[in-house]
T-cell receptor, first 117, second 116 residues
């Protein structure tokens, strides 16, 4: 079974509007971390935001916020006030286990976001 | 912040050539680094986990004799694609992370490998 599922292969959003990118996950480990990365066409992976499984509040980083619904096992990324530079691939990822530098990331299939002027 | 440097960023070479890709953690020690492969318009697929001072752990389906990994120091891991063929052409990207529960993995900028 897929551990990380991103159901939206591609999305359009109008500039200055907000957009939500979906991510659901599957794990039996009570300790895990959820991450979102942005990958522009140049290829580099840019870390955006992190949510720990024990965090009580939704994570926020500037225009990025994570809508964490633990019971539903979803960790949707919300981008407010979209900008043209937000056009990129976005990957949701999960690390199972806690505070272990050796734990790998499992990635979802990605969502390509295109911001329209 | 933590930075991971990957070199080279682009390689074009003939079939049969071996290609070495370096991944360095610039301002932190990384006992573990990860190597991913990404095909166009697809997600990152973990190839192997590189452990300093010991053998790498390869994911199922990844040929260890084809993709040699050496993690000789706490700041350097190398991936060597041996006797590369056109089907090995891909985007290879490494990552490492500092210890700490909320530390993200930091990625190198990736290496685009094209085998002619």
């Amino acid at each position: 079974a897929q551990k990380i599922t991103q159901t939206q292969p591609g999305m359009f959003v109008q500039e200055k509007e907000a957009v939500t990118l979906d991510c659901t996950y599957d794990t039996s480990d009570p300790s895990y971390g959820l991450f979102w990365y942005k990958q522009p066409s140049s290829g580099e992976m840019i870390f955006l935001i992190y949510q720990g499984s024990y965090d009580q509040q939704n994570a926020t980083e500037g225009r990025y916020s994570l809508n964490f619904q633990k019971a539903r096992k979803s960790a949707n990324l919300v981008i407010s006030a979209s900008q043209l530079g937000d056009s990129a691939m976005y990957f949701c990822a999960m690390r199972e286990g806690y505070n272990n530098a050796g734990n790998m990331l499992t990635f979802g299939g990605g969502t390509r976001l295109m911001v329209k002027p | 912040g933590a930075v991971v440097s990957q070199h080279p960023s682009w390689v074009i070479c003939k079939s049969g050539t071996s290609v070495k890709i370096e991944c360095r953690s610039l301002d932190f020690q990384a006992t573990t680094m990860f190597w991913y492969r990404q095909f166009p318009k697809q997600s990152l697929m973990l190839m192997a986990t590189s452990n300093e001072g010991s053998k790498a752990t390869y994911e199922q389906g990844v040929e260890k004799d084809k993709f040699l990994i050496n993690h000789a120091s706490l700041t350097l891991s190398t991936l060597t694609v041996t006797s590369a063929h056109p089907e090995d052409s891909s985007f290879y990207i490494c990552s490492a992370r500092q210890t700490g529960s909320n530390q993200p993995q930091h990625f190198g900028d990736g290496t685009r490998l094209s085998i002619l």
